[in-house]
């Protein structure tokens, strides 16, 4: 039990994994759709402040717990605090399996829209036409499925190479590139005829329009873009040395995630407007609108193609960070190999994905509380068990470490921590309350 535990190769690397972690298709697929769905522009505004008043305070509270113990998420409960806190680390493992057969799902989506850009599947068509060929991919039992499949393939293999070689070197380059193209096509976004009331729509706020649903979401969203609440910023922090100043770390990751959300938002939702599409349209916003805005641009082909497997590999470093809150569990409690853990794992994964696909096409009549299979396994992590794991992180770190966890921020004892107190009073009441408030909100609300 001595082996020392593999660290990250650098202080960049340590950032880009994390943010590789953090930025995926929660970003991307989701934030679009969660913002068109609930009011736009309000929706936009409480969401920053649910990042700004606890989701940074959280990232943090995870981070610490991690490097401090160095340790998975149920070793970690455990050495601080005993048995029954390890539940919270428990649920983070039951968290991963379940958000990740509907995100091999979705990724294997993009994978597919790689090859129908090549294919040039979209030209000419308008977007009708582009949300019928969506409606029938993902309709189709097998098509799916086997890019799933490919996904759920290349996610054991990246997390089978390690920590450092495998999730630092794919993240290190590619995120970056992800980011220009994203700037790219905002820019020829945002220039679309149309694409005014769409900018509206996302940048001003129309009160009027927030329900407890626009708080319930913004909060779920938060949680589920910043991987918080389940262990996979626990599980990081676990491989980041003391010279790393955490909370300078953990502000640049939360600005990135956010940043490349806003992006995201600026590119799909203008388009959506210009082409004349519903912005509540749901789950399938982000791939109806793209090929739109690749048809508008010179080069768009390559565009298209560049893009999706940009976003393919944003998914899959995310999709890494949670299979790997399942492997280090399953490596540091039970034993199992590295190998057999991935890959059993991945495997156990995949066959839950099945009926997840299945919920979109010939499956879409069989629903649990009026929700199909992939809307339930995302509605039951980001809703509720994310938020109930933050809310217990905050507790545990708030409450039962309290000074100790301002110590474990500092990467040498004389480190100043000029706003320790204001973190301390989120973790203990502001975080807790809140989402407590939200679940509460959910349930009878
Ligand atoms: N944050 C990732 C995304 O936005 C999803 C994720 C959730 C990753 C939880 C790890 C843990 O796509």
Redesign the pocket.
């Known amino acids: 039990m001595t082996a020392v535990r593999e660290h990250w190769g650098s202080r960049m690397g340590f950032i880009m994994a994390s943010a590789g972690?953090?930025?995926?298709?929660?970003?991307v697929w989701k934030f679009p759709y969660m913002a068109g769905s609930n009011g736009g522009g309000a929706f936009l505004i409480i969401y920053l402040g649910c990042v700004l008043f606890f989701g940074l305070s959280l990232v943090m509270a995870e981070l610490a717990i991690g490097r401090t113990t160095q340790l998975n998420p149920v070793g970690a409960f455990r050495k601080l605090a005993g048995r029954s806190w390890s539940v919270v680390g428990g649920l983070g493992v039951a968290t991963a399996f379940i958000?990740l057969s509907f995100y091999v799902v979705v990724a294997g989506w993009t994978l597919a829209y790689v090859v129908f850009m090549a294919a040039d599947t979209f030209g000419g068509l308008n977007v009708d036409q582009n949300t019928t060929i969506f409606t029938q991919f993902v309709s189709s039992p097998v098509q799916p499925l086997v890019y799933a499949a490919v996904f759920t393939v290349a996610m054991i293999g990246v997390v089978l190479g390690g920590v450092a070689s495998g999730i630092e070197r794919a993240s290190k380059w590619l995120m970056p590139l992800l980011f220009v193209l994203l700037v790219v096509l905002a820019i020829r976004s945002v220039t679309l005829p149309g694409a005014g009331a769409g900018i509206a729509f996302y940048l001003m706020p129309d009160w009027s329009q927030v329900t407890a649903g626009t708080w319930g979401g913004a909060v779920s969203q938060a949680f589920?873009?910043?991987?918080l609440g389940?262990g996979?910023m626990l599980t990081y922090g676990s491989y980041m040395s003391n010279e790393q100043n955490l909370p300078r770390d953990a502000s640049m990751v939360v600005g990135l995630d956010t940043l490349v959300a806003l992006l995201a938002g600026l590119v799909i939702l203008p388009a959506v407007f210009s082409a004349g599409l519903e912005p509540g349209a749901g789950a399938g916003l982000t791939f109806m609108t793209l090929p739109a805005v690749f048809a508008e641009m010179p080069a768009g082909t390559i565009f298209g193609i560049a893009f999706f497997v940009l976003l393919a590999i944003a998914a899959l470093t995310?999709a890494v960070?949670?299979l790997e809150v399942v492997v280090s569990y399953f490596v540091d409690e039970k034993g199992f190999s590295r190998t057999i853990a991935a890959s059993g794992a991945g495997l156990v994964i995949f066959m839950i994905g099945i009926p997840v696909s299945l919920s979109q096409g010939v499956w879409s009549d069989v629903t649990i509380a009026g929700k199909s299979f992939l809307d339930f396994a995302d509605f039951m992590t980001s809703s509720v068990m994310m938020p109930i794991g933050g809310l217990f992180i905050a507790l545990f770190v708030g409450w039962f470490m309290g000074p100790r966890a301002v110590e474990a921020l500092k990467s040498h004892p004389e480190q100043s921590m000029p706003l320790a107190g204001l973190w301390l009073f989120i973790l203990r009441f502001v975080a807790p309350l809140g989402i407590a408030w939200i679940l509460i909100q959910g349930f009878f609300g």
């Open positions: 972690s953090a930025v995926g298709l929660g970003n958000i589920f873009s910043l991987s389940m996979a995310s960070s949670l």
